[in-house]
């Protein structure tokens, strides 16, 4: 019983990063439309900028942050006007293309700047520690957790009482009466791509932190888009809820079925059963809008 | 521009017709008589980057088939390569089967596995569906890891070259007749299935899924049989692929190479089949100059420099045809065909 809860407790942990990774590419899918491979990478690049201001500058944890943040807005910032813009109005598989190419070009710059190496920062974010009778959180993870809550939180807010948050909501619903109430299409696309990247950062600081950052951390991209699909691709709430099932149902069934299975990896295909089965049974997901076509 | 100036088309014969007139037919000629005379010229080296080429060019006609003709977008294509490559493998080195007669069950066995991940996209397009092949391949790929009893798994298995008659397909030259043959009629056939009433179908569920459907194209039917030609092409790549390495292993059908294949597409230009052609050499060749160029950067920028820029260059091609020329190399060619039968007068 102690195990099983063990793996629920540190399912937890991961799909609420999970959750917020995938939350980055549900904003970005809901106001400009456009489905965003490259959201793993912008995790990835985040646990790299981790490592870079922590270890390599020794900035200070907050100081790190900040400067992760910022670069984040810049690089959000260049991917939509340079590679995004061009593509508005464009068919679905080449807005594909270009952030694959943009998840390509990443993966290029992050062996280009830190040699594609593995690199880690174990130990250097705060850790606190619980311990809930026998079951004991890795304090990293549990940072990790109370991190992407307030971020959530944070997002939540700025969605319901901001000017911005609202105008995003507002393009999400219906683009050309956005446009014609005065809000600027262009300046809402450039902020999703901005939080998208900014959510993707800090989600690759906190999994750096867990267990280090190299190129093949992208992956969590793939595991995000298992999530976005569960909970349905324009959900915000189905994200965080999905995200918290497949990082629970992951861990508990890699937990109980690896020992079984010569292989083991079950951890990595599990994502891409779940995708297979909600295509199948549920494809628009547990909250996702059904969309209806006309001719 | 369809035709050079001077010809008209008197019957439907005349109209059906891919090559139509005489300089046509030489053309084409003289470009099999030269590459079929490669052997005589080129070394080992150029032969094993045409036989690549020549892999890839059947390939990316199926994929041109599913994604270019009929949208199903596929990111799992190397993983139905893999499928074939497998099956091919499995056949020759454990059961003892020929290469002539595993090569076809390795094509029906990729198909297969292709209509059954195909089964979702009758329900779902776009993204959707993108997903579901992404899934499909980490799954074949993890399927084909775990039977380690049967295919090695990740120590991967030795496969024999194929023979006819006691002459094995040993040499550089002799695999490249092998591949180049079997490409010439694979790019034959993709010519042709598109001017089918498959292909047809193909068409008009590209253009519009609803009206296809209104229009009394049968949906599930040839979206499957997209799924199954598409794949059919993967598989017998995938077969060509291991039989020439001698050797399979899954680290021949990385993920990225599904995305290639996609980005072969683009740079090519979809839904045409000589697109199909361009976009597999181009994609190719550049990564060819990229190993040439690779060392050299090494010793005089840095290593990290050198390994990046693979990387980097095909991301940037992919992303400046995307926004400069979306429809691809094969458009350009249109524009400097119609551009010199018109010349020297611009209108």
Redesign the interface.
């Known amino acids: 019983m102690t195990f099983f809860l063990q793996l629920m407790v540190s399912g937890f942990a991961l799909g609420m990063v999970y959750a917020l990774i995938a939350i980055g590419f549900v904003i970005i899918l809901k106001c400009s439309k456009a489905?965003n491979i490259a959201q793993g990478h912008f995790v990835m690049i985040g646990g790299y900028l981790g490592f870079t201001f922590l270890v390599t500058f020794h900035l200070p944890v907050w100081a790190s942050l900040l400067a992760a943040v910022g670069a984040a807005i810049i690089l959000g910032l260049l991917v939509e006007r340079l590679?995004l813009r061009?593509?508005v109005g464009?068919p679905?598989?080449?807005i594909?293309?270009?952030t694959?190419?943009?998840?390509?070009?990443l993966?290029?710059?992050?062996?280009?700047?830190w040699?594609?190496e593995y690199k880690t920062y174990h130990g250097v974010l705060p850790t606190i520690t619980l311990k809930v009778g026998e079951l004991s959180i890795p304090p990293e993870t549990l940072i990790g957790v109370i991190v992407s809550i307030i971020v959530v939180i944070i997002l939540m807010l700025f969605f319901r009482y901001t000017r911005s948050g609202l105008a995003m909501m507002a393009t999400a619903e219906d683009e050309q009466v956005v446009q014609s109430a005065g809000i600027k299409v262009t300046t809402v696309y450039a902020l999703s791509w901005v939080i998208a990247c900014v959510v993707g950062v800090i989600g690759g600081i906190i999994l750096g932190g867990v267990s280090g950052v190299m190129i093949p951390l992208s992956m969590v991209g793939?595991k995000a888009?298992a999530v976005v699909?569960l909970g349905g691709?324009n959900s915000i709430g189905g994200a965080i809820v999905a995200g918290i099932m497949l990082g629970v149902l992951e861990n508990v069934a890699a937990g109980y079925l690896d020992p079984i299975?010569?292989?083991g990896?079950l951890a990595?295909?599990f994502p891409?059963?779940v995708?297979?089965i909600v295509?199948?049974f549920k494809?628009y997901g547990l909250f996702g809008l059904v969309e209806i076509?006309?001719? | 521009m369809g035709l050079p100036s001077g010809t008209f088309n008197q019957g439907y014969a005349q109209d059906m017709a891919i090559f139509r007139t005489r300089t046509q037919w030489v053309m084409l000629f003289a470009f099999l008589i030269l590459l079929f005379a490669c052997p005589l010229f080129f070394g080992d080296r150029i032969l094993t980057i045409l036989t690549i080429i020549g892999i890839s060019v059947i390939s990316v006609h199926g994929l041109n088939i599913l994604?270019g003709y009929c949208?199903q977008?596929s990111m799992g294509h190397a993983g139905f390569m893999a499928v074939g490559a497998y099956a091919s493998a499995l056949l020759t080195a454990k059961l003892g089967f020929s290469f002539w007669a595993a090569l076809p069950c390795a094509a029906l066995a990729a198909g297969i596995v292709g209509i059954i991940?195909g089964?979702?996209s009758l329900?779902?397009k776009?993204?959707?569906l993108?997903?579901?092949t992404?899934?499909?391949h980490?799954?074949i790929i993890?399927v084909i890891?775990?039977l380690?009893g049967v295919t090695g798994?990740?120590d991967g298995m030795a496969v024999p070259r194929p023979e006819i008659g006691g002459f094995v397909f040993k040499s550089k030259s002799s695999y490249f007749y092998l591949v180049m043959i079997l490409a010439c009629l694979g790019t034959f056939l993709a010519k042709n299935i598109v001017r089918t009433r498959a292909g047809r179908a193909f068409i008009a569920i590209r253009d519009?899924e609803?009206?296809a459907e209104?229009m009394g194209v049968n949906l599930w039917t040839y979206k499957l049989q997209a799924f199954f030609i598409g794949c059919v092409f993967a598989g017998v790549a995938g077969s060509l692929l291991v039989h020439y390495v001698a050797f399979a292993t899954t680290d021949q059908f990385p993920f990225m190479n599904s995305?290639w294949y996609?980005?072969m597409l683009?740079v090519g230009g979809?839904g045409s089949t000589a697109g199909a052609i361009f976009g597999a050499v181009s994609l190719k060749l550049l990564d060819e100059l990229v190993t040439i160029v690779g060392p050299i950067l090494a010793a005089t920028v840095s290593p990290?420099?050198a390994?990046?820029?693979?990387?980097?260059m095909?991301?940037?091609v992919?992303?400046l045809f995307?926004?400069f020329e979306?429809r691809g190399i094969a458009h350009r060619w249109q524009m400097v065909k119609s551009y010199y039968r018109l010349w020297p007068f611009s209108h």
């Open positions: 489905f590679m061009p593509m464009q679905v598989l080449a594909i293309m270009m694959i190419a943009l998840s390509v070009v993966e290029g710059l992050a062996t280009l700047i040699g594609g793939m888009f699909l691709v299975l010569p292989g990896g990595n295909v891409f059963v995708m297979i295509l199948i494809p076509e006309r001719i | 994604t949208n977008i991940f089964l979702p329900r779902i776009g993204f959707y993108i997903m579901a992404v899934a499909a980490f799954i993890w890891l775990q380690y798994g990740s519009n609803l009206a209104v995305v996609l980005g683009i979809m990290q420099a390994s990046s820029l693979g990387l980097i095909r991301g940037l992919i992303l995307l926004i979306p």
